[in-house]
C-alpha cells in the first residue's frame, strides 16, 4: 500500500499533456535521478520531441513506448548528448541528472554516469570477450590499479553471462550469439559503473529466449541502476517497468504507473495504441 | 485442385532450363578467362625477371658496389639500400599525413573543406609522378641546393598521401556507427574513440593501402630523377644524393652493355622481391589475432 501511493503518478486535474509529472504523497527530500524540462529536439529545424517533462525516481525502471518515429530514441540518446554527433541538430529545454543540470556537466563525464545498450549488439569486433567488458575502464585511462579481472567477473556475471562465457574470455566477441553480445554489452555498460542505464530496444534484434534473459537482467539490475528502457513490445514494458511513458508524434501523452497504464489509461490514445489500434 | 497445380508446378522443370544453364556456363567461363589474364602479366612478369636476372644474382649483388664500365661482376649494394632508406622516409612523411588526412575527412568534418580535401586527394592521385619529382625540386632541392636523400623521400612521401588518405576515408566509412556511438557511450573521449575503436576496427584494410603505396612509391623512377638523383658511390647521408633500385635499373637497362642489361634485371628481380618481403613482414607483423577464429 505504502509503495502504491508512493509510486502513483497522476495528471493535474485539467493540466496539459506535457504536464505528467505531478506525484501524490511526494516523500520530502527524494529528489529525481533524471527530470527533463520542456525537452525539444530538432534536426534541420524541424522538431523530433517537443516540450517533455518526465521525472524519474532512482533504482525504477521506466519503459517509453509508442509507434515508431515517435521520438522515443531521440529522448533517450538527448540524455546522454548522443546528438552531439549529428549535425544539424538541436536540443533545447533543460536536462537535470541527479538535480544536476547536465549543461554544468563535461559530455565524458555525463557519459560515464549515463550508460547506454543499443538496439543491435555492437561488441568492439576486435576485442575478445574479456577486453569488450573492461574497455570502458582501459579507454578511460582509469588509473586506479583495479583488478580488471576481477571487475570483469563481477560485471559478467551481474549480466547473468559468467556462466557462459568463463572457459573463452579470450575469444572474439563476436564469436558469442546475439543474446550474448547483447548481454556483453550490458556487462560492458555497468562496468564503468554508471548510475543510469539508457536502453534503445534492447531485445528488438533477438530471439525470445534471449529476449527473456534480457528482460529478467533489467528487473535485477533496477536495484542498483535507474533504468530508461525504449521497447516496441507492450508485454516487455508490462514485465519489467515501474512506470511506462507513451509517446505519440513527438509529444509525452501519458505517463504513468505502468500497472495502471496497461489496465486503466488516463488517454483515449493510449488506449487504442495499448490495445493495437494503431500503431 | 487449381490450387494444386500451381503449387506443383514450382517444382516443375521450367522449360527454358537448358537455356539458363548455358548461359550461367557462358558467364562462368567469362569470368573464368578474364580471371586468368588479369593474374597472367604477374606471373608472366615474376617469370621473366627471374628468368632474366637470376643469372647475374648472387651475393655479390647485395654487397658489392657498382663496378666501372667495363669490367664484370660488382652489385647494387648502394641502391638497395637507397631504396631502403627512401621508402623509410617517404613512409615517415606520406603515412601519418594520409591517416590524418583520411580520419580528418571521415570523422571530424563534413563541410566544404572536406569535400576539397577529398577533391585534391582526388587530382593528386592522378598527377604524373614526374610532376611530383619536379614540385619536389622547386620545394626541396633548390632551397637546398642541391639533390638530396631527402628530396627524394619528400617526393616519395607526396606521392603515397593520396593512396593511404583515399583508402583510410573508404576504410572509416565503413566502420558501423554503432562502434562509436558504443565507444563514446562508455564515455571514452572522441579521439580516443577514433585511434582505439574506429582505427584499429579498420586497421586491416588501411594497412593494405599503406601496403600499396609503400609499393607503388618503391618502384618510382620518375620523381627521384630529379631529388634523389642517384650515385655511384656508397652513401647514406640524408644531404647527399642516394642511390636507388629504380634509376639504377634505369641506367644499366639504357646503357650499350649487355653484363649491365643483365644486371638490371637482376635489380628489378630484386625490387620486386623487396616489396613483396615488405608485404610479407607488415602482415605478419600486424596480423589479426582474431582472424582464423570467427
Ligand atoms: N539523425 C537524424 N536526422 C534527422 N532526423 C532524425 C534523426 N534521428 C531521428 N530523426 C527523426 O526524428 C523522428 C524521431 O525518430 P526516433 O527518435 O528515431 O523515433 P523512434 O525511436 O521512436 O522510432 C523521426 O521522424 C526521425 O525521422
Ligand atoms: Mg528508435
Known amino acids: ?279 | 485442385m487449381e490450387e494444386n497445380k500451381a503449387h506443383t508446378s514450382v517444382f516443375a522443370k521450367p522449360k527454358n532450363l537448358k537455356r539458363r544453364k548455358i548461359v550461367n556456363s557462358i558467364m562462368l567461363s567469362l569470368c573464368v578467362v578474364a580471371a586468368v589474364i588479369s593474374i597472367l602479366p604477374l606471373f608472366y612478369i615474376f617469370f621473366y625477371t627471374t628468368k632474366s636476372g637470376i643469372s647475374s644474382l648472387n651475393l655479390d649483388f647485395f654487397t658489392q658496389m657498382p663496378k666501372p664500365v667495363g669490367e664484370a661482376g660488382g652489385g647494387m649494394a648502394n641502391g638497395i639500400v637507397g631504396t631502403l632508406i627512401l621508402i623509410s622516409l617517404g613512409s615517415i612523411i606520406g603515412i601519418p599525413v594520409g591517416i590524418l588526412a583520411g580520419i580528418y575527412v571521415t570523422e571530424y568534418s563534413g563541410g566544404i573543406f572536406s569535400n576539397l580535401i577529398k577533391f585534391v586527394t582526388d587530382v593528386l592521385s592522378g598527377v604524373p609522378s614526374i610532376i611530383i619529382g619536379i614540385f619536389a625540386y622547386g620545394v626541396i632541392v633548390i632551397p637546398m641546393q642541391g639533390f638530396s636523400a631527402l628530396a627524394g623521400g619528400f617526393a616519395l612521401g607526396i606521392l603515397m598521401i593520396p593512396t593511404i588518405t583515399r583508402i583510410t576515408e573508404e576504410m572509416l566509412k565503413l566502420v558501423p556507427q554503432s562502434l562509436r556511438e558504443a565507444s563514446l557511450a562508455l564515455g571514452v573521449s572522441r579521439w580516443k574513440t577514433t585511434l582505439q575503436i574506429v582505427l584499429r576496427t579498420a586497421s586491416g584494410g588501411i594497412i593494405t593501402g599503406i601496403l600499396l603505396a609503400i609499393a607503388r612509391a618503391a618502384g618510382e623512377t620518375a620523381p627521384l630523377l630529379f631529388t634523389a638523383f642517384g650515385n655511384r658511390f656508397w652513401s647514406t647521408d640524408l644531404n647527399q644524393p642516394i642511390a636507388s633500385l629504380p634509376v639504377q635499373i634505369f641506367n644499366y637497362a639504357i646503357s650499350p652493355f649487355d653484363d649491365w642489361h643483365k644486371q638490371a634485371w637482376a635489380g628489378a628481380l630484386v625490387l620486386i622481391s623487396l616489396v613483396f618481403i615488405v608485404n610479407l613482414i607488415v602482415r605478419i607483423v600486424t596480423r589479426d589475432k582474431f582472424a582464423n577464429k570467427v
Request: proline share 4%; hydrophobic share 35%; aromatic share 8%.
Open chain 1, 1 to 279: 500500500m505504502e509503495e502504491e501511493k508512493i509510486n502513483i503518478v497522476t495528471l493535474a486535474d485539467e493540466g496539459d499533456l506535457s504536464e505528467t509529472d505531478v506525484l501524490e504523497n511526494e516523500p520530502q527530500g527524494k529528489s529525481y535521478e533524471v527530470e527533463t524540462k520542456n525537452l525539444s529536439v530538432f534536426f534541420n529545424g524541424r522538431p523530433a520531441i517537443a516540450e517533455i517533462n518526465l521525472k524519474v525516481r532512482k533504482s525504477t525502471a521506466t519503459a517509453i513506448i509508442g509507434p515508431s518515429g515517435c521520438g522515443k530514441s531521440t529522448f533517450l540518446r538527448a540524455l546522454n548528448f548522443m546528438h552531439d554527433m549529428v549535425p544539424k541538430s538541436k536540443v533545447t529545454g533543460e536536462i537535470f541528472i541527479n538535480s544536476r543540470n547536465i549543461s554544468e556537466f563535461d559530455t565524458v563525464d555525463l557519459r560515464r554516469k549515463v550508460g547506454m545498450v543499443f538496439q543491435k549488439p555492437n561488441p568492439f569486433p576486435k576485442m575478445s570477450i574479456f577486453e569488450n567488458v573492461v574497455s570502458g575502464i582501459k579507454l578511460n585511462g582509469n588509473k586506479e590499479k583495479k583488478n580488471l579481472h576481477e571487475v570483469a567477473e563481477n560485471c559478467l556475471k551481474h549480466a547473468g553471462l559468467w556462466e557462459e562465457v568463463k572457459d573463452r574470455l579470450k575469444q572474439p566477441a563476436v564469436s558469442l550469439s546475439g543474446g550474448q553480445q547483447q548481454r556483453l554489452c550490458i556487462a560492458r555498460t555497468i562496468a564503468v559503473e554508471p548510475e543510469i542505464i539508457l536502453m534503445d530496444e534492447p531485445t528488438s534484434a533477438l530471439d525470445p529466449i534471449s529476449t527473456q534473459k534480457i528482460e529478467e537482467l533489467i528487473f535485477h539490475l533496477k536495484k542498483e541502476f535507474t533504468i530508461l528502457v525504449v521497447t516496441h513490445n507492450m508485454q516487455q514494458a508490462a514485465r519489467v517497468s515501474d512506470h511506462t511513458a507513451f509517446f505519440y508524434m513527438g509529444k509525452l501523452i501519458e505517463y504513468s504507473r505502468t500497472r495502471r497504464m496497461f489496465t486503466n489509461p488516463r488517454e483515449k490514445l493510449t488506449e487504442e495504441y495499448i490495445t493495437g489500434k494503431f500503431g
